[in-house]
């Protein structure tokens, strides 16, 4: 067993590296005392599957069981190829996804590559021309086939109206057919995704403006359970796409306040989901030289914020009811009333314990909350806060601004 070094996860797991015999790819990362093992991205899957049909293309004897490939963290990747369809001119492989003991919504599905010849007379354009390798534009021609999404706006790593195969998964499928392509050999490789316009509805690729099907993504060609910073980057990708056409964006942290947000009247375009990650985004919209931020938000992740906690994970910072009893206490009330808040479960809870009549108290909880996410930005963008209680129906407590 031997260690990895130099392989830092946001939540500092230790990492250990099995690539013995006729075991495929096995990482395990340690978190929480568990040992959980790793995947690979769909941009691994795609490299892998364009390497094995280039080879029995041009060998049509070979028969090929599984596939090894070089990530770009120089961590070899073996996978094994579940499916191979030959024709006369074109070999099609599959491999199917594997994201590890940490399974996302892309875990199990057929990611295929048909890798088909190109003659001399043929004229195609690569789409690999901004990577700089001109010498090259004739030899490998990548394509996206079904289920792969198309970008249909700017701010993405890829051009609008480019197949969704991030920069890095497509170096990777390049550099993967090049290394058993011969002098003189061409080829056009098509990435497919069969359930891929189906799974797409259930990822940020909707919001992205990327449309038919999902992304081909993966930075490192591995993918890490437990891990945030897939969840950071989709979130820094959202932000810096919907920057370019909006001064003001709306923060919140999940599903049901992306709802509340619309009935608020904003505007699907500038509403950002940032999970438990509001101090993230909050950088992020400074970087992007947002000009003014709403973070809309339930009074439970919110009242965390009043206290300086910009991660609002409960693993972090579960104080919430304490922030409801220093304010109830600051402004007066008898001590049976904050241990009564005390005692309760949630926020939601102590929002019905106390009823009617407490206007006061979301606001003081409010202003904190402003005043320290002004404080975070160091007043680099205006901020506006709006929080409320509920959940299939969400009720306003307090919000900084009039209209």
Not at 38 to 50: D, E, K, R
Not at 114 to 123: F, T
């Amino acid at each position: 067993m031997e260690v990895l070094l130099q392989l830092q996860l946001l939540m500092h797991l230790c990492i250990w590296w099995l690539n013995e015999g006729d075991v495929l790819f096995e990482i395990y990362v340690e978190s929480d005392g568990k040992k959980l093992r790793c995947g690979y991205t769909t941009g691994s899957c795609s490299a892998g599957a364009a390497k094995a049909a280039t080879i029995m293309l041009f060998n049509k004897e070979k028969e090929l069981s599984e596939i090894e490939i070089l990530s770009p963290k120089n961590i070899k990747i073996n996978m094994p190829i579940e499916k191979v369809e030959k024709g006369e001119d074109y070999v099609e492989c599959t491999i199917l996804k594997f994201s590890g003991d940490d399974p996302d919504i892309t875990n199990g599905i057929e990611i295929k590559a048909k890798v088909r010849k190109i003659s001399d007379e043929e004229e195609i354009r690569n789409l690999s021309e901004e990577f700089n390798e001109i010498e090259d534009v004739e030899v490998v021609v990548l394509k996206g086939g079904i289920g792969v999404g198309t970008v249909t706006k700017e701010g993405l790593f890829v051009k609008k109206g480019e197949p969704a195969i991030n920069p890095v998964p497509r170096k990777m499928i390049k550099q993967e057919v090049m290394s058993v392509l011969k002098n003189g050999q061409r080829v056009e490789v098509t990435i497919s995704v069969p359930q891929g316009e189906e799974i797409a509805k259930k990822t940020f690729n909707p919001r992205l403006g990327i449309q038919g099907g999902i992304s081909i993504l993966g930075t490192s060609g591995i993918v890490y359970p437990m891990s945030e910073d897939a969840l950071k980057a989709s979130i820094k990708l959202e932000i810096t796409q919907k920057a370019l056409n909006n001064e003001r964006l709306v923060l919140t942290f999940g599903n049901l306040g992306e709802n509340y947000c619309k009935k608020l009247g904003f505007k699907s375009s500038e509403i950002v989901i940032c999970s438990n990650y509001i101090g993230f985004a909050l950088d992020t919209c400074v970087l992007c030289n947002i000009k003014s931020v709403v973070v809309v938000g339930h009074i439970g992740k919110m009242s965390k914020i009043a206290y300086g906690c910009f991660n609002t994970h409960s693993r972090v910072n579960g104080v919430r009811l304490e922030v409801f009893a220093l304010e109830l206490a600051l402004l007066g009330y008898d001590m049976s009333l904050v241990n009564e808040v005390l005692k309760q479960k949630t926020t939601e809870g102590a929002v019905k314990l106390l009823g009617e009549g407490y206007d006061e108290l979301y606001k003081n909880i409010g202003t904190k909350i402003l005043n320290k996410i002004k404080e975070y930005v160091y007043n680099e963008m205006d901020v506006e806060v709006v929080t409320y209680y509920g959940a299939s129906n969400p009720v306003l407590l307090w919000k900084s601004f009039d209209n």
